[in-house]
């Protein structure tokens, strides 16, 4: 197990065609914490996470994971690797079911079968979804499949958990159940960081970040 040192934006910019979505945007997030970032509809939350978890090469800056720069340096991958990304759209594969989405998921990072399976009843006992695995995610509800993208990213061996809207279509049960998740992931000295508008959820984190039209506004 690596030694967490977290994740530094620096001075991060962004322009998608002529718009200039973020501008010189720096945050840390430390281990053992919850960081949230919040903001209006089209501030640049899901961009600035979109750059974190290594989808999207920012114009300018540097994301360091751990002190390795992901855009520049050659460990990138295997830091990468430890990063779990719940994107705002559901990335589940829509022809497998929800174990198959599991399943392929974990098989991706080289685990083997036996451990693929532990990791799949506990992670389903721990998020409540064992009653839909045989499911497409096209045959559950909402909040199910909002849950079983959040059952991948858990599963995964990961040290990052990057979340965007993660409490989208969730009921306020499960809000709290995610929460209590949440904290257990920072108590075992994982970065959690959160895009979110959840007032609940931005009251039971322990930093925020507040930005505004791609410029930060509030810092913790
Ligand atoms: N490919 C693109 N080309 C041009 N502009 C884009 C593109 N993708 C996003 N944008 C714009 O960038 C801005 C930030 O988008 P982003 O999705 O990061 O916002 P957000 O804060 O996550 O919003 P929301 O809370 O509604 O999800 C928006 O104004 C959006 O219209």
């Known amino acids: 197990m690596l030694i967490n040192f977290g994740i530094s934006v620096i001075n991060v910019s ?81 022809g497998l079911t929800i174990r198959e989405n599991l399943r392929l998921a974990l098989r991706v990072q080289g685990l083997g079968n036996r451990v693929i399976e532990e990791r799949i009843r506990w992670v389903s006992g721990l998020i409540g979804i064992g009653h839909v695995l045989d499911k497409r995610p096209g045959q559950v509800s909402g909040g199910e499949r909002r849950r079983a993208s959040i059952a991948v990213a858990l599963a995964r061996d990961h040290e990052f958990l990057i979340m965007d809207e993660p409490t989208n279509s969730l009921d306020r049960a499960n809000v709290e159940l995610l929460i209590r998740i949440l904290r257990e992931e920072a108590g075992l000295g994982r970065v959690v960081l959160v895009a979110t508008h959840d007032q609940y959820l931005i009251r039971n984190s322990d930093r925020l970040y507040m930005i505004r039209a791609g410029e930060l506004t509030t810092e913790p």
């Open 14 to 94: 962004k322009s998608l065609g002529n718009y200039a979505v973020l501008r010189n945007v720096s945050i840390n997030t430390p281990p053992n914490s919850i960081t949230c970032i919040a903001g209006p509809s089209g501030s640049g939350k899901s961009t600035l996470l979109r750059i974190i978890a290594g989808y999207l090469r920012p114009d300018s800056g540097r994301v360091l994971i751990n002190g390795v720069d992901i855009y520049a340096d050659s460990r990138a991958r295997e830091v990468v690797n430890l990063v779990s990304y719940v994107p705002q759209d559901d990335l589940l594969v829509s």
